[in-house]
């Protein structure tokens, strides 16, 4: 008799094994069926090295920008490079920002926001000067804006920069 119950307790065992697989990789399929953990922090999305070497002429390099304004994401770290299609004038409302349009490889125009109390500005810039950048993207309907292309001072937010004419502004 004990040699039955000990034989049912284990079947027991190995089906409660079984099911709490199942419900395992069932959840699993739900959650990257759906893009992720709600709530998790966006992964960095950084184009390919030749984005920040490579040409920008025929669509050449492999521009992150287009898929995150498809999927309408926001506050996503991205590298990037762009041709200066429009030289805006200055946002003077608080921190000032030098601010200007960018057409990326895959044909999305965004504003670039450039902190210029705390990174120099990019004297002289003009439209068809190439920008490579890293900062955090924010969707809107009109292509989106890449801002935080600047150190932190406090030292809490990954430091973003702006190439521009071999330089470095961050």
């Known amino acids: 008799m004990r040699a039955d119950r000990l034989g049912a307790v284990t079947q027991r065992a190995r089906w409660t094994t079984i099911l709490v697989v199942v419900a395992l990789v069932a959840l699993a399929v739900l959650v990257i069926g759906r893009g992720g953990i709600p709530g998790a922090l966006p992964a960095a999305v950084v184009a390919s090295p030749s984005a920040t070497s490579g040409s920008v ?20 770290e991205v590298q990037g490079t762009g041709v200066v299609t429009r030289v805006l004038p200055d946002d003077l409302d608080g921190s000032r920002h030098q601010k200007f349009i960018l057409t990326t490889p895959g044909g999305v125009s965004i504003l670039v926001a450039h902190n210029i109390d705390i990174a120099p500005r990019l004297d002289g810039l003009s439209t068809g000067d190439r920008v490579d950048f890293l900062g955090d993207y924010e969707w809107s309907d009109r292509g989106g804006t890449v801002h935080w292309t600047h150190h932190d001072p406090s030292g809490r937010h990954q430091a973003g920069w702006l190439r521009w004419n071999g330089r470095m502004f961050s």
């Open 57 to 76: 002429a025929g669509g050449s390099v492999d521009d992150p920008i287009p898929a995150l304004y498809h999927d309408r994401r926001s506050g996503v």
